[in-house]
C-alpha cells in the first residue's frame, strides 16, 4: 500500500482565518514533505520532515507553521493568509533508509485551498 | 544547484502516436531521475524511476525512460497513446542523498481521439 492521505480535500477560508492541513500515512515513511503546487506549474517544496525534526524549510513565509506530531502525522498550520497563497497544498512522504532505492516520494491527493 | 528542464510545455497527440517528452537535468554528481504523471484532477502518481543500471526503465502503463548520461538526458516514451494518457508529466531529479525532489516545469499532454 503506497498510500497518503490529506485533509481536507478542499478549504476556502478568509485572511483572518486559522486553519490546519493534516496528512498521514502508515507506510512507515520516515521523511515526511509539504509541496505547493499553483495551476499549471510543477510543486514547490515547502518544507522536509526527517525522522520527525524539521530538516527543510524553504524559506516559507511564517503563516505557514509545520508539524509532525509523530511519524504517521503531518500538519501545516495556516494563518493570517493571502489570496496569493490560494493553491494545491501537497504531502508526500519516503521511506528515508540510506541508498537510492529509497528515495521514492509518494504523494497524497492534495488540499485545495483558496484563501478570500 | 539540480535543476530539471521540459522543453515541451504541450504536445498535442492523435491515438495510437508514438510519444516522447524531453528532460534534461544538471548536476554533475550521481542523480535520481524521476517521471511523475498527474491526471486531470487528481493527484502525482510515480510512472518510473531510475538509480542505476539498465539506462532503459520501463515503468506502468506502457511507458519507458532512456537515461543518457552523456547528454543529461532521462527522456519519456511510449509507442502508442491512448486518449486516457491525457495528463501533464513531470520529470524530477534528485542529486544522490539529497532531500529534495526538484521538478521540470511539466509538459502538458493532450490526445485526441
Known amino acids: 500500500d503506497t498510500e497518503v492521505t490529506q485533509t481536507p480535500k478542499h478549504l476556502v477560508m478568509g485572511m483572518t482565518n486559522k486553519k490546519s492541513l493534516k496528512c498521514e500515512q502508515h507506510?512507515?515513511?520516515?521523511?515526511m514533505y509539504w509541496y505547493k503546487q499553483k495551476a499549471k506549474k510543477p510543486p514547490e517544496l515547502m518544507f522536509v520532515?526527517?525522522?520527525?525534526?524539521?530538516?527543510i524549510n524553504e524559506s516559507v513565509p511564517s503563516r505557514f507553521s509545520p508539524e509532525c506530531p509523530n511519524s504517521s502525522l503531518l500538519n501545516l498550520h495556516l494563518h493570517a493568509l493571502q489570496p496569493e497563497d490560494s493553491a494545491l497544498y501537497l504531502c508526500?512522504?519516503?521511506?528515508?533508509?540510506?541508498?537510492?532505492?529509497?528515495?521514492?516520494?509518494?504523494f497524497g491527493p492534495g488540499t485545495r485551498l483558496l484563501v478570500l | 544547484a539540480q535543476s530539471v528542464s521540459q522543453h515541451n510545455h504541450h504536445v498535442i497527440l492523435s491515438e495510437a502516436a508514438s510519444l516522447e517528452l524531453g528532460c534534461n537535468y544538471s548536476?554533475?554528481?550521481?542523480?535520481?531521475l524521476f517521471w511523475y504523471v498527474q491526471y486531470p484532477g487528481q493527484h502525482l502518481q510515480l510512472l518510473l524511476k531510475?538509480?542505476?543500471?539498465?539506462?532503459l526503465v520501463k515503468g506502468i502503463k506502457g511507458f519507458e525512460a532512456e537515461f543518457i548520461k552523456s547528454k543529461f538526458s532521462f527522456n519519456l516514451r511510449k509507442p502508442s497513446v491512448q486518449w486516457s494518457d491525457t495528463a501533464e508529466y513531470f520529470c524530477?531529479?534528485?542529486?544522490?542523498?539529497?532531500?529534495?525532489?526538484?521538478f521540470g516545469t511539466g509538459t502538458r499532454l493532450t490526445i485526441i481521439p
Open positions: 507506510m512507515g515513511h520516515r521523511a
Open positions: 524530477a531529479v534528485n542529486a544522490g542523498g539529497n532531500e529534495k525532489l526538484t
Open positions: 520532515y526527517s525522522y520527525e525534526k524539521l530538516s
Open positions: 531510475y538509480f542505476s543500471g539498465d539506462p
Open positions: 508526500a512522504s519516503r521511506l528515508a533508509l540510506t541508498g537510492p532505492e529509497w528515495e521514492t516520494q509518494y
Open positions: 548536476y554533475g554528481g550521481t542523480v535520481n
